[in-house]
């Protein structure tokens, strides 16, 4: 992969009040083109999201967005484009580091238990100002289907999962050792 395309959406939380700030969030071709080359993917085509950032806890801060695109992906069978559409939420929260406590009091605070149904722990707020376009990216490389098939497109036999070639190497070597 590339470097980190140079998109930048600076967020001042400084200017946060009482209610939240909504902000529709849309990409140049310049933009979409970092961005495509960044996720190692054929096109971005499209990409714009809709935010709105509020106060969250004491000190933290909340961002919910509605993530929309069109790309374009190379099939993981036989290259050919596979266009996909995207239109989905996602929340984040933010707090700064002196909000978290410095260590757990009892040894049952500094346990670590996963719980998969519960949210993310918020991610550390450096400074008052928050870059929504690396958060951006981040959802959008989240949100792409790990495996692009174009239709039709299908393993050979061969390849099929859960099937032995019949000229395998280790085969090769069977036969070997059984001379």
């Known amino acids: 992969m590339s470097d980190f395309p140079d998109f930048h959406r600076p967020f001042d939380t400084r200017r946060l009040g009482h209610d939240p700030v909504r ?4 990409t140049s071709e ?3 083109l970092a961005i495509a080359a960044f996720l190692d993917i054929v096109a971005v085509n499209a990409l714009s999201v809709s935010v709105a950032v509020s106060r969250w806890s ?3 801060i909340e961002v919910k967005a509605q993530l929309r695109a069109e790309v374009v992906q190379a099939c993981v069978v036989t290259l050919e484009p596979v266009a996909q559409s995207i239109d989905e939420p996602f929340h984040l ?3 700064p580091p002196h909000a978290r406590k410095v260590e757990p009091r009892t040894v049952a605070e500094a346990e670590v238990i996963v719980q998969f149904d519960e949210e993310d722990p918020p991610d550390d707020l450096e400074g008052p100002v928050l870059d929504l376009g690396p958060l951006i990216v981040e959802q959008l490389a989240l949100a792409l289907d790990p495996y692009p098939r174009a239709k039709g497109a299908a393993l050979s036999d061969e390849f099929a999962a859960g099937e032995a070639r019949k000229d395998s190497p280790f085969a090769n070597l069977a036969r070997l050792k059984d001379k």
């Open 58 to 60: 004491n000190a933290g």
């Open 30 to 32: 310049g933009e979409r």
């Open 93 to 95: 929260t933010f707090l």
């Open 23 to 26: 902000e529709e969030i849309a």
